[in-house]
C-alpha cells in the first residue's frame, strides 16, 4: 500500500461509515484502532498488513482521530495475539472472504501452470494474478513468500509439461539425432575437438572464404536432417519460444 495519501483521499478511503463504527462497540484502546486500520486496509487491498510498517502513518492519525484513542496506541496492538486473529476472522466475514488453503494453493498453481504460464513469462506478474485471483474468489491471498513458491511450483510444472509435450511430438529418429546433436565429438577429424555440434552451431562462421561457407553448408544440411516438425510450436506463442530459445543458447 501507498504511504503518501492527501487529505482529500484519506477521506474517501479511510473514514469509518456507520457499519464500521458498529463494529467497534465492543472494542476499546489498541485493540480498537488496530480493529479499525485492519478493516480499512482490508477494505482497500484484500488482504491483511504483513506488519505494521504498512499502514500509512496518516492513516493511523486520521482513523485514531474517528476511533477517539490516542494514535500512540496503535504500538501495543498485539500482531500475534488471539484477539488479532479473532478480528481478522471478523473482518473475512463482514466481506465475504475465507482463508486460502493447501488445497486452494495448489488449484491456485494448476490453474498458472495450465492458463498463464505459457504466455505470461514475468514470474511478478504471475504473482500479480495469482492475488488479483484471489481477490475475484474471495480468497485471503497467501503471505508474499508464499506466492513467490506457489509462482515457482507452477513455472516449473508447466515447463516439465512443456517440454514432455514437446518431445512426444518428435520421432524417434528425430530424438536420436537432438541427442547426437548435444553429444561431444571425440575430437578426431572434428573441427571443434570435444565439442558438441550444438556449440560449433552457435559458433560465429569467422572470415568469409570456401572454407567457412563449406562449413556453415554443413550446419545447414545437418539441421535439416533433424526433421523438424513444422507445426512443432505452431500452439505456442512466440514470446514463450523466444524465451526458450534465448535460454537453450546460453547453455
Known amino acids: 500500500m501507498r504511504q503518501d495519501w492527501e487529505p482529500e483521499d484519506l477521506i474517501e478511503v479511510w473514514t469509518l461509515l456507520d457499519d464500521d463504527e458498529k463494529r467497534l462497540r465492543n472494542k476499546s484502546g489498541a485493540n480498537r484502532l488496530g480493529f479499525a486500520l485492519l478493516l480499512k486496509f482490508f ?18 492519525a486520521y482513523v485514531a482521530q474517528q476511533v477517539k484513542v490516542a494514535p500512540e496506541e496503535f504500538a501495543a496492538y498485539d500482531w500475534a495475539s488471539r484477539a488479532i486473529s479473532r478480528h481478522r476472522m471478523e473482518i473475512r466475514a463482514v466481506f465475504g472472504f475465507r482463508e486460502c488453503t493447501v488445497e486452494d494453493q495448489a488449484q491456485l ?13 514475468s514470474r511478478e506478474r ?72 550444438f556449440a560449433e552451431l552457435k559458433a560465429d562462421p569467422g572470415a568469409l572464404g570456401l572454407e567457412s561457407l563449406l562449413t556453415e553448408v554443413n550446419k545447414l ?11 512443432l510450436f505452431g500452439d505456442v506463442s512466440e514470446k514463450l519460444v523466444s524465451a526458450w530459445r534465448a535460454r537453450a543458447a546460453k547453455e
Open 43 to 60: 477494505e482497500v487491498e484484500a488482504r491483511f498488513p504483513e506488519n505494521v510498517s504498512e499502514i500509512p502513518a496518516s492513516a493511523v
Open 109 to 121: 498453481a494448476e490453474w498458472l501452470a495450465g492458463e498463464l504460464c505459457g504466455v505470461e513469462l
Open 126 to 197: 504471475l504473482a500479480e494474478a495469482v492475488v488479483a485471483r484471489c481477490r475475484k474468489d474471495r480468497l485471503e491471498p497467501p503471505a508474499p513468500a508464499k506466492v513467490t513458491r506457489l509462482v515457482a511450483s507452477a513455472v516449473n510444472t508447466f515447463e516439465e509439461r512443456f517440454c514432455r509435450t514437446t518431445t512426444d511430438r518428435l520421432s524417434a529418429v528425430t530424438r536420436s539425432r537432438l541427442d547426437d546433436l548435444v553429444a561431444e565429438d571425440d575430437g578426431e577429424g572434428s573441427v571443434g575437438g570435444g565439442r558438441t555440434f
Open 221 to 231: 544440411q545437418r539441421v535439416r536432417q533433424l526433421e523438424l516438425p513444422p507445426e
